[in-house]
T-cell receptor, first 114, second 115 residues
Framework: DAGVIQSPRHEVTEMGQEVTLRCKPI?????LFWYRQTMMRGLELLIY????????DSGMPEDRFSAKMPNASFSTLKIQPSEPRDSAVYFC????????????FGDGTRLSIL | KQEVTQIPAALSVPEGENLVLNCSFT??????LQWFRQDPGKGLTSLLL?????REQTSGRLNASLDKSSGRSTLYIAASQPGDSATYLC??????????????FGKGITLSVRP
């Protein structure tokens, strides 16, 4: 079975531009998670969805960040406008159910904002 | 607020050594604890998941234990190999109402196994 698929793998863009990160969860998984990883702060949960509905977005840093899950097989994380401090690796993960099953991670999107 | 600590941040051992990686967490009200492995430039691979009612889980040369009351978990790696070199992260799923899926991660231990 295919794992969690993220695109693009790398993104380099200039400050102020809109950035859209994409994620396809594992088929049959109904929970989806967006994380951000930096050297300073480690891995942080940004938002998670259950059955396509956002459950907890308390980790979203500010209004410049938004996430959507229009259907069970696709999610986006958008940053508009982007800033250099948004540079990080963004991971998407999915799991079957909310709490008792392991989360499976994609390979991440390495984002650099110049 | 749950906090997860992994010390030391880095570890270097010779091949063949048995080793223990430590993880501590501040709030013992957890659903489960998960150990991950992360290779450079890659995502996280789930190694072991221990439910709060369990004491340990084993997979091959890996054994993870959980002492919920003391807020500790260990990952034991037997007969380490150079291929075990990676960063190992511990993550705790807290039992907070309304956020029962939130994983809180430690910053990881970067392991280097020397041939």
């Amino acid at each position: 079975d295919a794992g969690v698929i993220q695109s693009p793998r790398h993104e380099v863009t200039e400050m102020g531009q809109e950035v859209t990160l994409r994620c396809k969860p594992i088929s049959g998984h109904n929970s989806l998670f967006w994380y951000r990883q930096t050297m300073m702060r480690g891995l942080e949960l940004l938002i998670y969805f259950n059955n396509n509905v956002p459950i907890d977005d308390s980790g979203m840093p500010e209004d410049r960040f938004s996430a959507k899950m229009p259907n069970a097989s696709f999610s986006t994380l958008k940053i508009q406008p982007s800033e250099p401090r948004d540079s990080a690796v963004y991971f998407c993960a999915s799991s079957r159910g909310q709490g008792y099953q392991p989360q499976h991670f994609g390979d991440g999107t390495r984002l650099s904002i110049l | 607020k749950q906090e997860v600590t992994q010390i030391p941040a880095a570890l270097s051992v010779p091949e063949g050594e048995n080793l223990v990686l430590n993880c501590s967490f501040t709030d013992s009200a957890i659903y489960n604890l998960q150990w991950f492995r992360q290779d450079p430039g890659k995502g996280l691979t789930s190694l072991l998941l221990i439910q709060s009612s369990q004491r340990e889980q084993t997979s091959g040369r890996l054994n993870a234990s959980l002492d919920k009351s003391s807020g500790r978990s260990t990952l034991y790696i037997a007969a380490s190999q150079p291929g075990d070199s990676a960063t190992y992260l511990c993550a705790v799923r807290s039992a907070n109402t309304g956020a029962n899926s939130k994983l809180t991660f430690g910053k990881g231990i970067t392991l280097s196994v020397r041939p």
